[in-house]
């Protein structure tokens, strides 16, 4: 469920008195600022705007005052709660832990290693072996790591990401990315190396272009370098690994099909309506 929009206020206007009685009720809440600078409040449940509209109205009439005691951290959420508002960001990352655990114990993954094996590369242009793999085993490579530092950088940039698009654009659209980015990314991947692959690099690289294509009318409050920054260390790898194959061991094919699909589905995926230029919260002060 995308965040509810509850308060758009002045850039300088001081919301601590009000998120502060928001974290000592537990309720999960972000304080963004939009296109315009305007501070927006964004609530992570529906159930909760009836007690806090209530609450706005106490504090616009000056009667819920900040307490020095427990200063406020606004935008920020306590760990339990970050995973209680985002839910399915939670889970994938801990399925990818238990995963690589099995992995551990298990030789049942090594045969995905050798998917459509029998097709590359002479029928790599051909139509036939994409179809004979099917969704399942193009996609599933997406679940396998081969070291802990491997699931840690994938698992680090999901944690980062992840989140914040569940958060701001709903469930729907993070299980899109993770499948459609996950399966096309890997396709390219096996058209453009073959078998023998594995890793979630591919979807960290489509929330990645998601996320910096839709920057501009989202606050997903990330730096609005990092796509250029890291589209320019995805060239920089591909040039070495040009020049000596297999230097950086880099995924190229995942990483840039990955890419270009999140980019695409963040142009054609529709905006939050309280997101949109012309768009103004429930309340204006």
Same mark, same amino acid.
């Given at each position: 469920?995308?965040?509810?929009?509850? #308060?758009?206020? /002045?850039?300088? !206007?001081?919301?601590?008195?009000? +998120?502060?009685?928001?974290?000592?009720?537990?309720?999960?809440? &972000?304080?963004?600022?939009?296109?315009? $600078? &305007?501070? *927006?409040?964004?609530?992570?449940?529906?159930? /909760?705007?009836? &007690?806090?509209?209530?609450?706005?109205? @106490?504090?616009?009439?000056? /009667?819920?005052?900040?307490?020095?005691?427990?200063?406020?951290?606004?935008?920020?959420?306590?760990?339990? !709660?970050?995973?209680?508002?985002?839910?399915?960001?939670?889970?994938?990352?801990?399925? %990818?832990?238990?995963?690589?655990?099995?992995?551990?114990?298990?030789?049942? =993954?090594?045969?995905?290693?050798?998917?459509?094996?029998?097709?590359?590369?002479?029928?790599?242009?051909?139509?036939?072996?994409?179809?004979?793999?099917?969704?399942?085993?193009?996609?599933?490579?997406? #679940? %396998?790591?081969?070291?802990?530092?491997?699931?840690?950088?994938?698992?680090?940039?999901?944690?980062?990401?992840?989140?914040?698009?569940?958060?701001? /654009?709903?469930?729907?659209?993070?299980?899109? !990315?993770?499948? #459609? *980015?996950?399966?096309? $990314?890997?396709?390219?991947?096996? =058209?453009?190396?073959?078998?023998?692959?594995?890793?979630?690099?591919?979807?960290?690289?489509?929330?990645?272009?998601?996320?910096?294509?839709?920057? &501009?009318?989202?606050?997903?409050?990330?730096?609005?370098?990092?796509?250029?920054?890291?589209?320019?260390?995805?060239?920089? +790898?591909? $040039?070495?690994?040009? %020049?000596?194959?297999?230097?950086? $061991? +880099?995924? @190229?094919?995942?990483?840039?099909?990955?890419?270009? +699909?999140?980019?695409?589905?963040?142009?054609?995926?529709?905006?939050?309506?309280?997101?949109?230029?012309?768009?103004?919260?429930? @309340?204006?002060?």
């Amino acid at each position: 469920m995308p965040p509810i929009l509850i #308060l758009e206020a /002045d850039a300088g !206007l001081d919301l601590a008195p009000l +998120t502060q009685k928001l974290w000592a009720e537990r309720i999960p809440h &972000r304080v963004v600022m939009n296109e315009a $600078g &305007r501070q *927006c409040l964004l609530l992570a449940d529906a159930a /909760d705007v009836p &007690r806090v509209q209530e609450w706005l109205q @106490h504090w616009q009439q000056g /009667d819920i005052q900040q307490r020095p005691a427990q200063p406020v951290q606004p935008g920020s959420l306590p760990l339990w !709660l970050t995973v209680f508002a985002t839910p399915v960001s939670s889970v994938i990352l801990l399925g %990818l832990v238990v995963f690589f655990g099995w992995m551990q114990f298990s030789p049942h =993954w090594h045969s995905w290693l050798q998917a459509g094996a029998e097709f590359w590369p002479q029928q790599r242009f051909s139509w036939q072996p994409y179809a004979t793999l099917g969704l399942w085993e193009l996609w599933r490579p997406v #679940l %396998l790591h081969f070291s802990l530092v491997h699931l840690l950088f994938n698992g680090l940039w999901w944690w980062i990401l992840a989140r914040r698009v569940e958060q701001l /654009d709903g469930w729907l659209a993070l299980l899109a !990315l993770l499948l #459609l *980015c996950g399966w096309l $990314g890997n396709a390219i991947q096996w =058209w453009y190396a073959g078998p023998a692959f594995g890793g979630l690099s591919g979807v960290t690289m489509g929330l990645l272009g998601w996320v910096g294509i839709r920057l &501009r009318r989202m606050p997903y409050a990330l730096p609005t370098m990092l796509l250029p920054v890291m589209v320019g260390w995805l060239l920089l +790898t591909l $040039g070495a690994d040009t %020049l000596v194959p297999g230097l950086s $061991g +880099t995924a @190229h094919g995942a990483h840039f099909g990955g890419l270009i +699909t999140g980019m695409l589905l963040g142009l054609i995926w529709p905006v939050a309506t309280q997101f949109k230029p012309s768009a103004r919260g429930s @309340h204006d002060t």
